[in-house]
């Protein structure tokens, strides 16, 4: 059972300046999840597109609950690998990401496309696809649950960190007046993401009840 | 941002720096020259595919892109 979710995100900048940020927006205030980051790869293919992997690591930040369910062993620390493309032709961004570490709790995959905003030039749109699933027995559904509430917060901070690093690249907006709305969004961010994960949790109490009775 | 490998990231900054300057000023333009980054890549990854290696980061043999190709649509 895999959980999918689709989503049309805009950037108010030009797609030149969003493929930069994309390369400059860690650390941003709504990253502070995101622990490193390393370029392992990158060519230029003879097309003239620009393939890198990057590869991040990750508090796993996920709710107590959860972590009856994770080996003792397991690192707090998750893998990520972000493989991308950029072709200046077309002025598309492509991006697949996924966790090498911690699939077998959940495994989160994500493709982006960026582009040109077809009703506004000077606009970026991002098309992004989600598909979340979890290998757990019985649990699947509350981790899926909670991935997908996870994932949703976590794609709000992404946009919220590009129009960050977008601002500060063109200037306009002093950087106090950032950090304070910054603030300001990372908590109702939190808010949102303590709703859904309350539900995933519910689940999960309601899964277990079930077992007992087995 | 730091690196994975704690002594890498004066390295990784320095890359960076080459890179995001080539990527803005020639790349996203057009200009076809080729990457002027290419030594401070080749220390940045020594020392990054041994921290890699030491701390056990799973990422051999990982295709490009690979799961995509499962997935609809790709």
């Given at each position: 059972m895999v959980k999918y979710f689709l989503g049309l995100s805009v950037l108010k900048s030009s797609w030149d300046q969003v493929f930069v940020a994309f390369w400059q927006r860690?650390?941003?205030?709504?990253?502070?999840?995101?622990?490193t980051e390393d370029i392992l790869f990158r060519e230029v293919t003879p097309d003239n597109r620009l393939i890198s992997r990057r590869l991040l690591t990750k508090t796993n930040?996920?709710?107590?609950?959860?972590e009856k369910y994770?080996?003792?062993?397991?690192?707090r620390s998750a893998y990520v690998i972000e493989d991308s493309i950029v072709d200046p032709q077309s002025r598309t961004l492509t991006t697949f990401t996924w966790n090498i570490s911690h699939a077998r709790f959940m495994a989160v995959e994500e493709r982006c496309v960026y582009g040109?905003?077809?009703?506004?030039?000077?606009w970026t749109e991002i098309k992004r696809e989600a598909w979340i699933s979890s290998?757990?027995?019985?649990l699947s559904r509350a981790v899926q649950e909670f991935g997908l509430a996870r994932f949703k917060s976590s794609v709000t901070k992404t946009m919220k960190g590009f129009e960050f690093i977008l601002a500060k690249m063109q200037g306009g907006i002093p950087s106090r007046t950032l950090v304070e709305t910054a603030k300001e969004a990372t908590d109702k961010v939190k808010e949102t993401a303590l709703a859904a994960t309350e539900k995933a949790k519910d689940l999960a109490s309601q899964a277990q009840k079930k077992q007992q009775y087995v | 941002m730091n690196s994975v490998g704690e002594g890498c990231t004066e390295l990784k900054r320095e890359y960076d720096q080459c890179f995001n300057r080539w990527f803005a000023e020639k790349f996203l333009k057009g200009?076809?020259?080729?990457?002027?980054?290419i030594e401070m890549f080749k220390s940045y990854q020594q020392c990054v595919q041994k921290a890699i290696k030491d701390k056990d980061i799973p990422i051999e043999g990982v295709e490009f892109m690979g799961p995509n190709k499962e997935k609809p649509g790709s």
């Open positions: 860690y650390p941003n205030p709504y990253s502070k999840h995101v622990l930040h996920a709710p107590r609950w959860t994770l080996p003792s062993n397991m690192a040109v905003n077809p009703d506004n030039n000077s290998n757990l027995f019985g | 200009d076809r020259s080729g990457d002027p980054c």
